[in-house]
């Protein structure tokens, strides 16, 4: 093939993707609704998961700090292998099964949380093991998986599988699984900060305020919603409060 027509049938399978989360939406509903129920109750949520799937995890985990103003520690993102395995594979630190629940346990993990197992195949002993410890502790479980009636939908209280079909790559599931994975994850965390109160009119109310592109967007946030017309008078306000929320709550 030309580099065109590579292009070309790539796009054209990934096309395919959001119709595939779409027939999982009755399952990423449950989850989310179970999970609610859970971190309004005080617990946590975490994402386990190896190579991209673990990767994917610890990048909506370390997201949602910034994004929606939560504790570091509200949902948390752990791969087989740990940090070191976010840039580099770590030889067969998925296979190890009891790893997954000594990690988990290093965070005090108790029956109040709630652990999202991610693996495409379906089939990860880290994600498959840690499962099956939590369910032995009384902990809530799900799945994320792109394998139908794969082990690791077996051991998941609410299993999420997205079926995409085979890869433009095969067997690379860093390609259609891993952009379901995304999307699915966007869903997941996006919708429980929503049903927290994080967000406002779909405004990122809660959001830290790391760089000027954030203070920028926050200063405007609170001129639309006061009808504040001085810039300079509401990013004051913005600085002093520290979120928009703050700053709006004064007003």
Not at 41 to 47: A, D, K, T, W
Not at 84 to 109: H, M, P
Request: hydrophobic share 40%.
């Amino acid at each position: 093939m030309q580099v065109g027509e590579i292009l070309e049938r790539i796009n054209r399978e990934d096309e395919t993707v959001p119709a595939a989360v779409r027939k999982a939406m009755p399952s990423i509903e449950a989850f989310v609704e179970a999970c609610t129920d859970k971190i309004l109750s005080g617990g946590r949520l975490f994402y386990l998961g190896a190579g991209t799937s673990g990767r994917l995890g610890v990048l909506d985990a370390s997201e949602c700090p910034p994004t929606f103003g939560v504790p570091a520690g509200l949902i948390v993102g752990l791969i087989a292998g740990g940090d070191t395995a976010l840039r580099n594979a770590v030889e067969n630190a998925e296979d190890n099964r009891e790893q997954g629940w000594k990690d988990l346990q290093a965070y005090s993990i108790n029956s109040n949380d709630v652990v999202l197992g991610i693996a495409a195949s379906g089939t990860t002993p880290y994600v498959i093991g840690a499962l099956q410890a939590c369910n032995n502790a009384g902990i809530l479980t799900g799945s994320l998986s792109c394998n139908p009636g794969s082990p690791l939908s077996q051991a998941a209280a609410f299993p999420i599988e997205v079926v995409v079909g085979p890869e433009f790559l095969t067997g690379s599931t860093r390609m259609k699984s891993g952009t379901a994975q995304k999307l699915v994850l966007n869903m997941i965390s996006t919708s429980l900060m929503i049903v927290l109160g994080r967000v406002e009119d779909n405004r990122m109310v809660h959001m830290q305020l790391n760089n000027d592109k954030l203070v920028d967007r926050g200063v405007r946030m609170i001129m639309d919603k006061t009808g504040l017309a001085d810039y300079d008078k509401a990013k004051e306000l913005l600085v002093q409060y520290g979120s928009v929320k703050k700053a709006l709550l004064s007003e």
